[in-house]
Structure formats: C-alpha cells, structure tokens
C-alpha cells in the first residue's frame, strides 16, 4: 500500500498522499482501515468502504495532496468519511451510499464536520474549508460553490458521483493561500469545547475528559483538574480520609464537566467500584436535560450496533448517578444509613439552601419543625455516616446565585469548620475572590490543620465561547459598570464573537438565524422577571420544557430553534447555546453609573429593596448574557410612551449604555 500511515498521532483511520492512494488497490485500503478501527467491521460497513474508495479514486485520479479517510471528530462522536487537504484547501466529503436525495439532516452534518475543523483543530484554523455531500444516487448536484462565510468555511456543496470530481477541482483552484502540508495536517492537535451534552454523552460513552478538551497552552487543561481530584480520592479511600473538595472557575469554565468525569469514571455498580460516585446539582433543569440526552444517546449508539432496549431501561441506568440533589437528601432523611456512595458531586454548591429556607422546607414538607441545620450542613452529616471514607466535591461558580435562600458558599466551609473537625479540606485559592463571598469564611479556617490549597484546583478559562474566552469577563464588566474594562474587553473579542444590540426583535431573530449554521442550536432567553416583554409576544410565565427546548430538532415548535418560547435563567442556567437572542426588560435598567432593580406587580413596576434580591436579579442576567458560545443579539424595547409599564425612559439608558461599550447597533 506504498506509505500510507496510520499513525498512532493522527486522527485518521488512514492517511497516504492521493498518488499512493490511487496506486493502491481497493482490498488493501479496506485492509488498512479494518486493521486502524477499533470494532469489528460488519458487511455493510465494508461494502460502503468499496463505493466510496472507487468513486474517491476516480474523482482525485490527477490531484496532487493527501488523503484521510475516516477521521475522528471526538467533539461530536463521529468520522469523517474523507477529508482531502490538496493546495491551500481543505475539502471534507460525507457519503451517504445508496441515498438518493441530500437530506437536510445530512447536509449539517456535512456543515458540522466542516465547522468542526475550522474551530478545533489547529490545522484548520487558517485555511479555507470546502465541504462535500455525496448521495451516490443522487440524479441532482449545486453547480457552484456560495461564497465563503467570514471564517472561509463554504456552505456545502451537494453532489453526486459525476459532479465530485469537478467540485474537488474548483475547490481547490478557488482556495486562496499557502498550500497545506497534508501530513503535518493530519498530525495537527485537536482541541474540541464540547458542549456540557456534549461533554456528558462522551464522558458516559467511556471517553476521557482529555480527549474531549482543550490541552492548548492558552487554557487551564481540564485533565489536569479532573487528575487532581481523583488523586485526592485515591488518598482518601487510602487513608481512610473524610474530605471534602472545593473546585472553582469562572462561568463556562468546565466545573460541571470535571464532575461528570468524576462520576462516570465511577458509575459501575457499588459492588464492583468500592469508590461509587454520584453527580448532583439543585438544577433540576439541566438534570432532565442531560438524562435525556444520554438515554437518546445510548438508545441511539445501541440501535446502530443492532442492539434493541427500551428508553425506559437506559434511563433506569443513567438515573443512579446523575442525581437532584434534594432526591439525595431525602435519602438521607429516611433512615440513619449511611449512603452507599463514598464520592458525591455537589454542583453549583454556592446554590444549597442555607438553614432559614431548609427549615422551612422540612417544617412545610417533611413534617421535621425541629430540623435547624443548613443544606450544606445536613449532606455532609449524611456523608459523615460513613463509617470508612468519603469525599464531598464541591464545584464553585461565582456570581450564579439566582434564587433566593441559596446559602452561598459560606455555608459548606462553617459546616465543616463547626461540626465536623476530622474533615481535610482541599481548596481552590480562587475561593477567597469577592464574587465568590467566602472570605470570611476562608479566614476562619486558615489556622486549622489539613487544609490544603491548589491552584489545580481552578479552572481560570471559560470553555464555552471558544470564539473568545473574555466573555464571561466582558459581562461582569458590563454588570459591574466598569465601562474601560468592557470596553479594552469587547475590542479583544469582537472579531471571533459577534454581538449586536437592537431595538427590533425580529431583526435579532434574523440575526441569530442568520449566523447559525449546520446544527448549531439558538435561543431566545429572558429574565425570569421580564413581565412587560409580552407586547413582543414574549411571556415569561409560559411554561417552557428545557428537555424539548434544548435537544429537539428545528422543526419542533417547543424547541429553542422557533425562537418563539423564551427561556429564563432557571432553565438555561448550566447549559449553553451557540447563539443567543438575549431580550432586555425593565426589570434591570440603568441608570448613570448604577442599576435599577423592578419587579413587575400588579399593573406596575416596583422597586426592589432587599440586597439579596437586588444581586439575584443582576446575576439573572449574567447568566442570560453568558449562555452563547459563538455570539449573541441582544433586543433592548423601544418601549411604548402610551403605555405607564414600557415608558420609552425606562429602555433607553440601558441601550445608551451598550451602544457606548462600542457595540454594533442592528
């Protein structure tokens, strides 16, 4: 087979220059490719191999480059049939043999697989991208190639057997630049930002948090965060510790996705894994959703291997351990055992009830009027009946409480410092940061013995705009009136992260769904209080079901994609979109250099008075403006001067001031 290569280095199943490629014989590239999977090969599967090696063959037979063929996309749990790198153009053909028609399903798939490696393999990054659908019984083609988008990826182009030859061709006479070194290409790093779904149908599937990450220099490696707290376990299982871990980040950051990995890598059963760990958030939202998406996920990877089971048995599976919180606490309240895990994940642990609100909660609900202890308080008690070990990992945001009765972080380090004193703590030194409101707590326990502080222990990158990690940033700063920062912030990011503020909804609409492309999912989000979005046909009172709203495909009217229902933060909180239509109210306005909190009552505005409120309506919108991975359209109102609840006076500052951060007006 000449010098074709599967190198242990490279994504590609196999990788040869187009000349070798062509020279060798079918039966020895089928050879190659079976010996490169790492599953057993089924007779359709090779028969698909055939038809694309023969229709590949004649289609590149005077083309100077190299060949990969089945190349991984870990991000997205798939290969790419081909990708062809010849003169400066990089050229992805999908396959589709035997169909007829270019499905819409497939040609973002095709769109996928080319944006793909535009973002997240440094190989592509710079060069223009070509995508290729191929239905090899399609009777139709596109005749042209669009025009490319601003980040030189091509719409894709739809072919047939007779057209891809000329579609190769023009692809690489139109592509601009130096040519590409196809082999130092395929060996190029691949440094995916998956989704938190993503992220949690990889991790379940058995793939490590390292192969679905970023590992460039520019960010803080997941991996590394994620090794040192399994070390932390290692030593408590050894030692017969009691430990508890606090993780912090900035939003996006990947906190969430160092638990999952936590509780996946130890999701067998209990007798099998003596150090069974159990993932748990208060955000019911993401549960459902990231339950869902794994039960679709596997009921789907067992259909393709001819496997049949029922949803209902998978979602039986994923339940253990991918809990609510307060499921786990009332475990907890039925008897004295202990609980059967030794790990538990408390995410967004600064959102646990302090003890006012779970006192009222066990007195109203449980028929518990003694019950005195915080959250916080309560489920490391249960924890502590352990008679062995145990480590409780506390992932940390800043700035994310939305609810009010959340205890803060606070509440966890007074509990371990008033009640249970053999505990080893393990700390973020982040945790002593304002935004996180731990640092007189910090301060009570910085004499006590076996307290141990890493700065591995923080994820200092947000992870969810790869387009421009300042965002998160950009935000506080726009929040904190901090007008320079934001500023000195926007100009950095503009050019990777498009954001626009407009006062006509439908114009955001367009521009969200504009810059969408392939399956990249949009949205519509509004604060929970934006009561007087409704003559925009805007109610936040309607019911939105996150689990429809955020996995189900375009042509549903329940999901994001219709840009019809608005979700608030309670339900995106801890998920993300690509794109985001971020709407405004008069909840949050501004005034001068401070901000005006309103809760909408009756038929008419109130002020909001209490402190705890006044942060949590501030926080709503931090998470609302940080939930977009790729860009955003924020809708500020014009308002209406004939109506007292939308007087144009309570829109325009707030509008006034984006524009003046230097942000482009639609």
């Not at 997205?76 to 053909?93: C, E, F, M, T």
């Not at 291997?305 to 949803?311: A, F, S, T, V």
């Not at 371990?416 to 973020?428: A, D, T, Y």
């Not at 955003?632 to 951060?661: C, K, N, Q, W």
């Amino acid at each position: 087979m000449g010098n074709a290569t599967n190198p242990t280095h490279s994504a590609a199943w196999y990788g040869a220059r187009v000349s070798q490629f062509v020279a060798s014989s079918t039966n020895e590239v089928v050879g190659a490719l079976t010996r490169a999977g790492p599953f057993a090969i089924d007779e359709p599967q090779r028969r698909a191999w055939e038809e694309q090696i023969t229709l590949l063959r004649a289609a590149l037979a005077d083309v100077d480059g190299w060949l990969c063929l089945e190349f991984d996309v870990p991000r997205l749990g798939s290969r790419i049939d081909a990708v062809l790198i010849a003169g400066a153009a990089i050229v992805p053909i999908e396959f589709k043999v035997g169909a007829e028609d270019h499905l819409r399903a497939d040609y973002e798939q095709a769109w996928d697989y080319a944006l793909d490696l535009k973002n997240f393999h440094r190989g592509s990054h710079d060069a223009p991208i070509f995508p290729i659908l191929v239905a090899t019984e399609a009777s139709h083609a596109d005749a042209t190639w669009d025009p490319p988008h601003r980040d030189g990826v091509r719409s894709p182009r739809r072919g047939s057997p007779s057209t891809l030859r000329a579609a190769i061709g023009e692809a690489i006479a139109s592509a601009g630049g130096s040519p590409i070194d196809g082999e130092a290409w395929a060996r190029a790093p691949y440094h995916p930002t998956p989704t938190i779904v993503q992220a949690a149908q990889a991790l379940y599937a058995r793939h490590s948090v390292a192969a679905i990450s970023r590992s460039d220099a520019g960010a803080k490696n997941l991996a590394v965060t994620s090794r040192t707290v399994e070390q932390i376990i290692r030593d408590a299982q050894r030692n017969s510790w009691k430990a508890i871990v606090f993780v912090t980040g900035v939003p996006g950051a990947g906190k969430t996705l160092v638990g999952l990995d936590v509780a996946t890598r130890h999701r067998r059963a209990v007798e099998e894994d003596p150090t069974h760990a159990v993932y748990l958030s208060g955000n019911g939202p993401l549960i459902a959703v990231l339950r869902e998406a794994l039960t679709r996920d596997e009921y789907e990877r067992l259909r393709q291997q001819g496997e049949r089971e029922r949803k209902g048995a998978i979602l039986q599976r994923v339940k253990p351990f991918l809990q609510n919180v307060h499921q786990f606490r009332d475990e907890g309240l039925r008897s004295d055992a202990p609980p059967v895990d030794h790990v538990v994940v408390f995410d967004e642990a600064q959102r646990a009830w302090n003890r006012e609100k779970t006192a009222t909660f066990m007195k109203l609900k449980k028929g518990r009027p003694d019950f005195t202890m915080s959250e916080p308080e309560f489920q490391l008690s249960y924890m502590d009946r352990r008679p062995d070990w145990a480590v409780a990992i506390c992932l940390v945001g800043g700035g994310q409480e939305i609810h009010v009765g959340e205890a803060g972080i606070h509440a966890w380090i007074d509990a371990v410092r008033e009640r249970f004193p053999q505990w080893r703590i393990f700390v973020s030194p982040r945790l002593t940061d304002a935004e996180y409101g731990a640092g007189a707590a910090i301060e009570s326990i910085a004499a006590r013995p076996h307290v141990t502080w890493s700065e591995d222990l923080h994820l200092a990158v947000s992870m969810r705009s790869f387009r421009a990690e300042r965002v998160s940033s950009f935000v506080k700063a726009i929040l904190d009136f901090d007008v320079s920062s934001a500023r000195r912030l926007y100009g950095e990011m503009r050019a990777r992260y498009p954001l626009v503020v407009t006062r006509d909804l439908q114009r955001a609409k367009d521009w969200v769904r504009f810059h969408a492309r392939g399956s990249e999912r949009y949205g519509l989000v509004a604060s929970s209080q934006a009561e007087r979005l409704k003559p925009h046909a805007i109610d936040v009172r309607t019911k939105v079901d996150p689990v429809q709203w955020f996995l189900n495909e375009r042509d549903d009217t329940r999901s994001s994609f219709y840009l019809e229902d608005a979700a608030t933060e309670f339900q995106v909180q801890g998920l993300e979109l690509d794109w985001a239509c971020v709407t405004w109210d008069a909840d949050l306005r501004r005034s001068g250099a401070r901000w005006l909190h309103r809760k909408f009552h009756g038929s008419r505005w109130k002020n909001v008075n209490h402190i705890d409120h006044q942060r949590y309506l501030v926080n709503a919108y931090r998470v609302l403006l940080t939930r977009a991975r790729q860009g955003m359209a924020i809708f500020v109102p014009p308002g209406d001067a004939a109506d007292p609840t939308r007087l144009p006076e309570f829109y325009d500052d707030t509008f006034d001031y984006l524009v003046s951060l230097g942000i482009e007006t639609l």
